[in-house]
């Protein structure tokens, strides 16, 4: 079974902070992402990497940043945190072009 | 501009009998597509996928069905049970874009005993 573990369930920080979400998975997949979920808006896609140190912006990178320093481990960058980055965050990972193997998700309150 | 649309937000069926959640794209250029189910506290999961060469795909209570000329698919659970109570995403891709999986905005399925 492919399991991505995520670094927190539940997260509470305050605006400005530096907040780091780590996600890590144990299939050697090539393909690593960070989603945000919100009611009434479906899941959203901030990152995406094809391979360690390569990274390319999804749909809504602004206010976040990501590093891949190896395969099994990519990582959440929110450099300043703002109350509207208080959402669901889901990493996945992928062995090719379609299926997405998700995490638990973090659940992040930003006050 | 939401490329992939679920214009039911929920949906309530009896146990037994049939759920069909729908799906509507706009990009003529997504090739691939997926339905994914997700509980409260968890991530999505996989459930069923179709490639745009078919227009059925089945899997035990799960069927997925694609038409083409109108841009739209289905999920259909027969028969649906408790268990299936969860929000629904489909998603989407394009040939040559495999970062881009677009997801639709989710429907809530309740099965009700």
């Known amino acids: 079974d492919v399991k991505v573990t995520q670094s927190s369930r539940y997260l509470v920080k305050r605006t400005g902070e530096k907040v780091f979400l780590e996600c890590v998975q144990d299939m050697d997949h090539e393909n690593m992402f960070w989603y945000r979920q919100d009611p009434g808006l479906g899941l959203r896609l901030i990152y995406f990497?094809?391979?360690?140190?390569?990274?390319e912006k999804g749909d809504i990178p602004e206010g976040y940043s990501v590093s891949r320093e190896k395969k099994e481990r990519f990582s959440l960058i929110l450099e300043s945190a703002s109350t509207n980055q208080t959402s669901m965050y889901l990493c996945?990972?992928?062995?090719?072009?379609?299926?997405?193997?998700f995490g638990p998700g973090t659940r992040l309150t930003v006050t | 501009d939401q490329q992939v649309k679920q214009n039911s937000p929920s949906l309530s069926v009896q146990e037994g009998r049939i759920s069909i959640l729908n799906c509507d794209y706009t990009?003529?250029?997504?090739?691939?597509f997926l339905w994914y189910k997700k509980y409260p506290a968890e991530g999505p999961t996989f459930l069923i996928s179709i490639s745009s060469i078919k227009d059925k795909n089945e899997d035990g209570r799960f069927t997925v069905f694609l038409n083409k000329s109108a841009k739209h698919l289905s999920l259909h659970i027969v028969p649906s049970q408790p268990g299936d109570s969860a929000v629904y995403f489909c998603a989407a891709s394009a040939r040559g874009n495999t970062g881009k999986l677009i997801f639709g905005q989710g429907t809530t399925l309740q099965v009700k005993p």
């Open positions: 996945a990972s992928s062995p090719d072009r379609g299926r997405r193997y």
């Open positions: 990497s094809y391979d360690v140190k390569m990274k």
């Open positions: 990009n003529s250029m997504f090739d691939y």
